[in-house]
């Protein structure tokens, strides 16, 4: 079993930045890849970035891919999402998700097993 709970995130404005933090629970940790995911009202949930489980792969969505930056410490068992230069269309609720597939599924939300309750980012303009 892995417990995901998601924190960091707020409101900024266009052009700044937020660090969000996926903290978990349980000792198989660095046995999953993990990634995140988005959803805006209205909207489908849809793949941000994800990172394997020893952290060598990542992988961007292309609308955030040189502004958001994935991370994981498995000594922390957290895992973490710089977003730079943020956008209007970056708002949404951001969660953060567990998955034992490798990573040509990262970018399917059905293939995690786990799933933290999610964080709120509104970008202003």
């Known amino acids: 079993q892995v417990q995901l709970v998601e924190s960091g995130g707020g409101l900024v404005q266009a052009g700044g930045s937020l660090r969000l933090s996926c903290a978990a629970s349980?000792?198989?940790?660095?046995?999953?890849?993990m990634g995140w995911f988005r959803q805006a009202p209205g909207k489908e949930r849809e793949f941000v970035a994800a990172?394997?489980?020893?952290?060598?792969?990542?992988d961007y969505a292309d609308s955030v891919k040189g502004r958001f930056t994935i991370s994981r410490d498995n000594a922390k068992i957290t895992v973490y999402l710089q977003m730079n230069s943020l956008k209007p269309e970056d708002t949404a609720v951001y969660s953060c998700?567990?998955?034992?597939?490798?990573?040509?599924?990262?970018?399917?939300?059905?293939?995690?097993?786990?799933w933290g309750q999610g964080t709120q980012v509104t970008v202003s303009s």
């Open positions: 990172i394997s489980q020893s952290g060598g792969i990542t």
């Open positions: 349980g000792r198989t940790f660095s046995g999953y890849a």
């Open positions: 998700g567990a998955t034992s597939y490798g990573r040509t599924r990262y970018r399917v939300s059905h293939n995690y097993d786990y």
